[in-house]
């Protein structure tokens, strides 16, 4: 059983920065590669972001890539999401994930994550 839980959202303008978390507890952090993803009003969750359990590798969908920027810190037990030149289309609920690698890893594939975060909430002014 992993717990994970977000922090760091809230509201910025268009252009500008924010970074939020998440703090994992319960089983080996390491054992876990990690996910952001997101849902906005009305939409379905889509993947954001994707980290391997030692942090060498990183995935990122299409619409985020150059502006953001995704991270552990494996003694802090956590996984950051920096977030650059926000978009109003970026306003979504940010939550992460854990997928335990065993045979394989899908990075952005939601539905090979077996853990997830309540998320928080990021909102773009225009």
């Known amino acids: 059983q992993v717990q994970l839980v977000e922090s760091g959202g809230g509201l910025v303008q268009a252009g500008g920065s924010l970074r939020v978390s998440c703090a994992a507890s319960?089983?080996?952090?390491?054992?876990?590669?990690m996910g952001w993803f997101r849902q906005a009003p009305g939409k379905e969750r889509e993947s954001v972001a994707a980290?391997?359990?030692?942090?060498?590798?990183?995935y990122y969908a299409d619409s985020v890539k150059g502006r953001f920027t995704i991270s552990r810190d494996n003694a802090k037990n956590t996984v950051y999401l920096q977030m650059n030149s926000l978009k109003p289309e970026d306003t979504a609920v940010y939550y992460c994930?854990?997928?335990?690698?065993?045979?394989?890893?899908?990075?952005?594939?939601?539905?090979?994550?077996?853990?997830w975060g309540q998320g928080t909430q990021v909102t773009v002014s225009s």
């Open positions: 994930a854990a997928q335990s690698v065993g045979s394989g890893w899908y990075p952005l594939a939601l539905k090979h994550y077996d853990y």
């Open positions: 319960g089983r080996t952090f390491s054992n876990y590669a």
């Open positions: 980290i391997s359990w030692s942090g060498g590798t990183t």
